[in-house]
């Protein structure tokens, strides 16, 4: 018989320190999009509740955007660098596909070499990062975790795509995770349809594109109806579960935040969980767009910077997209840089 191994003793409990985003300069507003697609200012607003979205420099990568928002986040949370045990960064638009991006970040923050990879959930990605952290810190895999969730989705979207191209933005939002004595992250509702697999895809694959340069590049290409259809009506049993499994009631909530893919999806999921009209929804969208795994605490910071809700709050979080994917939970919001 083997020797008996050694864990630590007790679960601990976890929550969000502190929270930073980073939001890009360039602010690309309905009219400029429409310059390439055939659409207008009105059409998109009434469908999406979309006015601007923010697009990051030429020069200006998925790294470059990460390492400012962590940053702030490490200073809300009054923590250093080197005490970090661990760096996940969600995103799908990370274009290397070696080294992680998360390495690369860890290193520009001053880490002492923490364990750090990447985390693909699609617009789910912060959300589902979010509760792999949270278990990380809970079972003693880390004492700190920082999570980014980062994209790029201008270069990722097709300039000339009516379908996609005025719903996405670029952003970074990042938020420490440590041990708590009470409970700041509830347990996940998660999971996947991927009979849904071909609603949001890259096409053609980057395989297909070296075979054939002169083609067609990558480009996200997305069934709008399919994927409005999805998330408006199942998405409010995901997020009712989540309350659920945190003990609550939507009564007990201060605030909602739904990853920000389009305000008449949030208007329906909203009504679908009898969401009480005294607790304030995230509208991030109409300034930023659709920033896929950035979406979620890039809307938690809008809510806290207009104080619309305030550090301490019960608030839930809602994220889903490509796979089709999902994952929510009720959170504790954290307090931002001061």
Known sequence: MGTQITMPAGVRQAAMLGLGVHRPERVVSNDE??????SNDEWIRTRTGIRN???????????????????????????????????????????????PAAAVVADRLGT?????????????GFCTALALASDMVRGG???????????????????????????????????VVGATDAAGIGPVSWGSDGSQADAIVQEP????????????????????TAVFRWAAFEMGKVALDAVEKAGLSVDDLDAFVPHQANA????????SMKLPETVPVADDIEETGNTSAASV????EAMLRKGEAKAGDTALLLAFGAGLSYAAQVVTLPPLQS
């Open 53 to 99: 979205r923010r697009f990051a420099e030429p020069k200006e990568s998925v790294i470059d955007m990460s390492v400012p928002a962590a940053q702030k986040a490490l200073e809300a949370a009054g923590v250093e660098p080197e005490q970090i045990g661990a760096v996940i960064v969600a995103t799908s638009t990370y274009v290397m596909q070696t080294p």
């Open 112 to 124: 002492k070499g923490p364990a750090a990879f990447d985390l693909g959930g699609g617009c789910a």
């Open 205 to 224: 694959g980057w395989l297909d594109f070296i075979d054939n340069p002169t083609g067609p590049r990558p480009f996200i290409k997305m069934a709008g």
């Open 297 to 300: 605490p890039l809307a938690m």
């Open 264 to 271: 008449r999806i949030t208007e329906v999921i909203a009504r």
């Open 141 to 175: 895999s880390s004492d700190k975790v920082l999570v980014i969730g980062v994209e790029q989705m201008s270069v990722t979207t097709d300039p000339y795509d009516r379908s996609t191209r005025f719903i996405f933005g670029d952003g970074a939002g990042a938020v």
């Open 33 to 38: 999009i429409c310059e390439l697609i055939d």
